[in-house]
Every structure is written in C-alpha cells, then in structure tokens.
C-alpha cells in the first residue's frame, strides 16, 4: 500500500500531525499506523488532562514555543469542536522559606515567556483561593485548565479520517526497509510504503528509530507515575489545581493535586523507573527492557546521582502513608483513609549517554524520515503546534 506520508503512533502528538498535514496539504495520502486497537492507548490516555501554561520551561525552548503557541490551538480547536475544557487556574506553593526564591525565579520564567497575568500572592491571599493549603507564599496561573485529552484525539482521529486520511489501529511496527526513493514499515497485517514516515511512537520512538539508524544517541527510559484519587466527600479540599515548587534539577513538577474534567480529583504523582515501557502495575516486568534501560550509560548516572531521591519515590510508590505524607505538606488534612487507588501513567523521558534527562522536546531529521525522541509533558498541550511543526519539515522534503 502506498503512501506519500506515514505516521507511526496514534496517540495525540501524532494524530495532531496528521490533521496538520491534511491542512496544510489536502489531498495528501497519508496513513496513521498504531499497534494497539485503540487511539490515545498509552502516554495521552493515561496523563492527568491538564492543559499547561508554558509558565516552567526555559525561554525560546521548544517546549516554551510549542506550549504557547499550542495552548491558544488547543483552545481554539475545542471551542470549535465542543469539546469540554476548563480554565480553572492553579496555584503554585511555597511551603517553607527556603522554596520562595526557586518560586520567584519561575515566576520570572513565566513573565518571560509571555505570561503577563501570573500573579504573586502572600499567605493571606493564597488561603483566600484555596482555604486548606500549607503555604508561606504562592504564585497564581490563570491560563491553567483541564481537558480530557482521549476525547481531544477522538475528534482528531475523526478529522483526519474526514480529510482522506486512513488510520490502521491493531497495526505493530516490525521493521523498516529503507530504498534510495522509498521506505516500507512493515507490519504483520501489511506493508506500508511510502516517500516519508514521521515517528510518533512515544515510549518506543527510539525503538523505531533505531530500525534505520545504527547508533541512537537517546534511549527512552519509563517512568511511571501513580496516582491516589480523594474520596468524593473530600473533593472539596481542592478547588484549583495546586502545584509545589519543582525541584531543579528534574524534568518532574512534583506531586500535586488535580482537578479532573469529571469532577474528580487526582493526587500525585510520584516518579519511579518503570521495569517495562509500558508498566503500569509495580508487577509488570519485562526483564529485557528493564536491562536495556540499566545497561544505558547515561541511565547508569543518573541513578548514580540520584540514588536518593528514586529511592525515596520507591518508598512512596510501597508506602502510602508515605504518599499522603507528601500530599500533606501541602494539605495538611489529607489522610491515608482518604485515598483511593487511581490509574498510573507512564512517561517517556529521553535520556543521553552523559546522564542528561533531555529537557526539550527532541525531534531529528533523516533520509524518508522525522523522529520525535522526546516528547513528554507538555506536549499534549502542545501537540496542534507540535504537529503543525512537524508538518512543515516534512513537506518541505517530499509533497
């Protein structure tokens, strides 16, 4: 079956790039091939539905870029499709003197990038808007909401489908055979040959890189996040989102509470290696993935320097009264009792050989060929601009 374009990953990321292209393009022949049997199956399924400001990522990064500019698609495109979503804004906390300068210095970040309504409030005002917090001092984000991103993707799948384009849900990557004019991604159902494809596989997009490329500089490393869910009578503890002051030195915003778009609210998550890229139990192990992943140099550091803090976010994953510890340094009224089990997600997280987990999004360039090695939170809120980018790129090279 021939293509001029094929996209591997039905998940948002890459259902968004190809709605992009059949704008930019109509008429295209494109395809969006996916494994499992279902859109959305993995990283956009399982995420918290938060539809981010680009208030933590670094000025003129692609994170940055992509999350303003998506966040304004984003809403438009739901607006246009009516697809439910709330502003609802969250909160930012300091819990201790010593976290006011790491909340000044995103606060400044904010303002850089474009951020003009951000606001930082004392003690007083923070417990005007959220009455139950532990806080010294805080930053408010009006731009924050929340979405169910599943439904995002099913109105684009929908799209595309209207456009001419055809998805294969069912459909696994088993290889790819590179010509001088062509590539062919080979499947157990059929072949797909086509003049480009674009690599949107997520949590095995090195994988599929790695088909065609012999050295990868990035290997994907999981990790899960689980998640606590408070009982309907303790919703009320939450009434916007509340976010602590990141660490630093992780690419992870630490565990906060969520409002959910169905009136729930979500507790977490904490961050711990996945034993299996896509494991989302503490019992799911696949003994070669998790190998390849410790065998990776840069894996091997990262552990080395943080030994600490993975085990301490071990110990939350075993430990729920040491969850909900941590969930009470911000509310201080959440009891274990009040917790209950909810659905993990697992993140994609790039990491390089020198021990750097990749903080941008990372998208390369090859012959037939663009990869996405790196698209972890917030590319949800990013993915109409992300997918608008990708699409530019490649139909400069073949239309």
Known sequence: ????????GGGIVGLATAYQMLKQKPGLKLAVIEKENAVAAHQTGHNSGVIHSGLYYKPGSLKAKNCILGYQMLIEFCDTYGIPYELCGKLVVATSQD???????LYQRGL????????????QEALEIEPHLRVVAGMQVPYTGII???AVCEKLAELVQEMGGEIYTGHKVENIHLSPATA?????QRN?????????????SDKVAGLTQKSIDTRIIPFRGEYFMLKPEKRSLVKHLIYPVPDPNFPFLGVHFTRMIDGGVEAGPNAVFAFKREGYKMSDVDLQEMFESIAWPGFRKVMVKYWKTGLGEFYRSFSKAAFTKALQKLIPEVQEDDLIPAEAGVRAQACDKFGGLIDDFKIIEEQHAIHILNAPSPAATSSLSIGSTIAEMALKQYV
């Open 1 to 8: 079956m021939k293509y001029q374009y094929v996209i591997i």
């Open 99 to 105: 976290e006011i300068g790491e909340l000044n210095k």
């Open 112 to 123: 850089e990038n474009g951020l003009n309504q951000i606001k930082m409030i004392n003690q």
């Open 148 to 150: 169910d991103y599943t």
């Open 184 to 188: 062919t991604i080979i499947t157990a």
């Open 192 to 204: 797909f040959e086509t003049n480009m494809y674009i690599n949107c596989a997520g949590l095995y």
